[in-house]
């Protein structure tokens, strides 16, 4: 093996010491998606064939929670990464779709919209301080983040299911 046959390390943030790289943390959560939808699936399968009710209830706890920090990744990578707004839009909508999360990562991978690290020049617009903000802060943020993610999932869970959205409200 040859010096030009090594793979550098991954490119970390040089303040905050973030070593997972857009890639690896896009990764990470499309594939958690695709286990959370399996899970889901797996319980509406004893739902619906009358076994017990649970699956679903705590497989769909469990996909609700990955599908929010799944959207909450997927637009922070995407605003690091200068996405287009469709790819973006394509890459919140493969969280829907059962299992399309992890080929729309690989997907991502192969065209190159992945590549790099954390960008840590300041780019254009009002809201490149709260990205550096977060790249600064990861803990903070990350705290942060799951506060909100709890704070949808008690919204979500005290509505109950979207099919008796409308007798409830309408």
Same mark, same amino acid.
């Given at each position: 093996m040859t010096d030009t046959d090594t793979v550098p390390p991954a490119p970390t943030s040089r303040r905050s010491g973030l070593a *997972? #790289? /857009? *890639?690896? !943390?896009?990764?990470t959560f499309a594939l958690a998606e695709m286990v959370t939808?399996?899970? !889901?699936?797996?319980g509406m399968v004893l739902k619906y064939t009358g076994v017990t009710e649970w699956g679903v209830r705590g497989g769909g706890l469990v996909h609700g929670v990955v $599908? !929010?920090?799944? %959207? %909450?990744? #997927?637009?922070l990578v =995407?605003?690091?990464?200068?996405?287009? /707004?469709?790819? #973006?839009?394509?890459?919140l909508l493969s %969280?829907?779709?059962?299992? *399309?999360a992890w080929p729309h990562d690989r997907l991502l991978l192969r065209r190159g919209l992945l590549d790099g690290g954390w960008r840590r020049e300041r780019g254009e617009g009002r809201l490149e301080g709260l990205r550096l903000a977060v790249l600064d802060h990861p803990v903070r943020s990350m705290v942060v983040v799951v506060v909100l993610v709890a704070v949808a999932t008690a919204?979500? !869970?005290w509505l109950g /299911? /979207? #099919?008796?959205? =409308?007798?409830? $409200?309408?």
């Open positions: *997972a #790289t /857009p *890639a690896d !943390l896009h990764r939808w399996t899970l !889901l699936v797996l $599908f !929010l920090g799944y %959207a %909450a990744v #997927t637009v =995407a605003w690091n990464q200068r996405w287009r /707004p469709l790819t #973006t839009l394509l890459g %969280a829907v779709v059962p299992w *399309a919204v979500l !869970l /299911p /979207p #099919t008796g959205w =409308a007798e409830r $409200f309408g």
